[in-house]
């Protein structure tokens, strides 16, 4: 290859570098996550029903009986709540989890990696605030991306991510409905709330 003929291959590359599309991939996502969530907003008004009044713990219904909170939120930078039987080691895997209060699931599928099976529910309080629940590690999935549930409804039940962990249910609550699945764990806590904490303030 003479040295004109690596020029305009060096020039072409350039310019498909250049043309990429880069600026639609990074802000398409969010806006449309933005409408996504505006139009969630909107559909509540005609699903009073499905207002979240009333918010009860995902275990042990509704007073988390039976369980205790292994690892709280901010702990060691823990993002939610670590609920585990107080049997303890896997004896509560397929054990029920709920739904915190009445909302519409977002998302429910394998995320892969640490997360296994999660569900994410939105919830809007009778002040119109927008909330998110996420249900982490689950064994199985009962509900799909677009129902409706209510307070109390049996979601899915507690999982080990094919024995990665001990069996428990990482609980989250978030006030920032539009981010990503994250980590779990994270130095700054800006859009999640303390799970028992606000179930306590909204009983």
Not at 53 to 70: L, R, T
Not at 127 to 156: N, P
Not at 174 to 186: E, L, Q, V
């Amino acid at each position: 290859m003479n040295r004109q003929i690596r020029l305009i291959f060096f020039l072409l590359i350039l310019a498909a570098c250049g043309n990429a599309p880069e600026q639609k991939t990074i802000t398409v996502p969010a806006v449309e996550m933005e409408k996504e969530r505006q139009a969630l907003v909107d559909t509540f008004v005609f699903k009073e029903e499905y207002i979240a009044h009333h918010f009860d713990f995902p275990v042990g219904k509704p007073n988390a009986k039976g369980y205790y909170n292994a690892q709280g939120f901010t702990v060691n930078g823990h993002l939610g709540d670590d609920w585990n039987a107080v049997t303890g080691g896997n004896t509560d895997l397929g054990d029920p989890i709920y739904a915190i209060a009445n909302g519409y699931v977002k998302f429910a599928a394998n995320f892969f990696g640490g997360w296994g099976n999660v569900i994410r529910v939105d919830h809007q309080l009778p002040d119109g605030q927008s909330i998110e629940s996420l249900y982490a590690h689950c064994d199985t999935i009962l509900v799909k991306k677009g129902d409706w549930v209510q307070r109390g409804q049996q979601i899915g039940t507690i999982g080990n991510v094919g024995g990665l962990y001990l069996a428990h249910l990482h609980l989250e609550v978030r006030d920032s409905t539009n981010m990503s699945i994250g980590f779990g764990y994270a130095d700054q806590v800006e859009g999640y709330l303390d799970p028992t904490r606000f179930i306590e303030e909204h009983r």
